[in-house]
């Protein structure tokens, strides 16, 4: 009997390798909110529209320009995501997931994901990069369901979701540019509503850095199939805690934010792109 996910991946990755020259890519790049911006940097880029890949959900969030780009950055061939997809869209895990595994298929071996996030840790401020150095998942898990043997194994191990020497590489490269990195514990939830301040209160206490809605299945599913991982957020607000009328959370500041600090993340990402 066919797996219709798997099919639906093999199809996809396979009208993706038509628009290749010969080369597959070994590093994937998910951009999150606002930080599309990353793509235009792609050099001899292969832009395909999700809308064209077969068995592609389209991406509805704001600040997701919805494009698969193929091409060189830093010096390597790379395929990246220009806007991801979310649980709250509707989809299920397995399409949220669904890039992640056809960037397997093309033979992706290293990963790097970011997003804008809001901060829960209170030394964190707007506009604050952090380096994702483990997470809390709070999103039903893509992997539940008959597993997928020709990705990996039934439970796959998730002690260091987030490679050490992918940490200290971009750890070096920002002290280089002079940049401060914040290092820290990534939740992801449903969405798409914003927290409330008591569960701001109740993910600090249970050890969250930053709060945000994806990356987390996209993560699980790169380890799943052997994927090396390095994730970078960008704080575009500070959780709130208080219930105070002034205090709101807005999603077109978030995507701006994330848009101001979107230059010092493309520098990490090249520098750790060329030490690959």
Same mark, same amino acid.
């Given at each position: ?194 927290? &409330?301040?008591? #569960? $701001?209160?109740?993910? +600090?206490?249970? !050890?969250?850095?930053?709060? *945000?809605? @994806? &990356?987390?299945? #996209? $993560?699980?599913?790169? +380890?799943?199939? !052997?994927?090396?991982?390095? *994730?970078? @957020? ?43």
């Amino acid at each position: 009997m066919i797996d219709e996910r798997t099919e639906r991946i093999r199809i996809a990755a396979d009208y993706i390798k038509t628009k290749l020259d010969g080369e597959s890519p070994s590093i994937g790049i998910v951009l999150g909110s606002g930080l599309g911006k990353l793509g235009d940097k792609i050099e001899d880029a292969t832009v395909i529209p999700y809308k064209e890949i077969p068995g592609f959900p389209l991406s509805t969030a704001t600040g997701h320009k919805g494009n698969l780009i193929i091409g060189r950055f830093g010096g390597k061939k790379v395929v990246a995501m220009q806007g991801r997809f979310h649980y709250y869209e509707g989809y299920s895990t397995d399409l949220v997931t669904l890039p992640i595994r056809v960037m397997s298929s093309l033979g992706v071996k290293v990963l790097i994901v970011s997003n804008a996030a809001g901060g829960l840790n209170q030394d964190f401020h707007i506009g604050d990069l952090m380096i994702i150095k483990d997470h809390i998942n709070l999103i039903p898990n893509p992997l539940i369901g008959p597993n997928m043997e020709q990705f990996g194994e039934r439970f796959p191990d998730m002690t260091r979701p987030y490679d050490f020497d992918l940490i200290e590489k971009a750890e070096a490269i920002a002290r280089g540019l002079g940049y401060k990195l914040q290092k820290g514990v990534y939740l992801a939830n449903t969405g798409p509503t914003y927290e &409330t301040p008591a #569960e $701001v209160r109740f993910y +600090r206490m249970i !050890g969250a850095d930053a709060v *945000g809605m @994806s &990356t987390v299945p #996209e $993560v699980i599913v790169a +380890r799943h199939c !052997g994927i090396k991982v390095f *994730g970078l @957020s960008v704080i575009t607000n500070c959780s709130n805690d208080s219930t105070r009328s002034e205090a709101v959370n807005d999603s077109e500041d978030v995507v701006k934010q994330a848009d101001i600090a979107a230059d010092k993340m493309i520098a990490i990402v090249t520098g750790l792109i060329k030490k690959i």
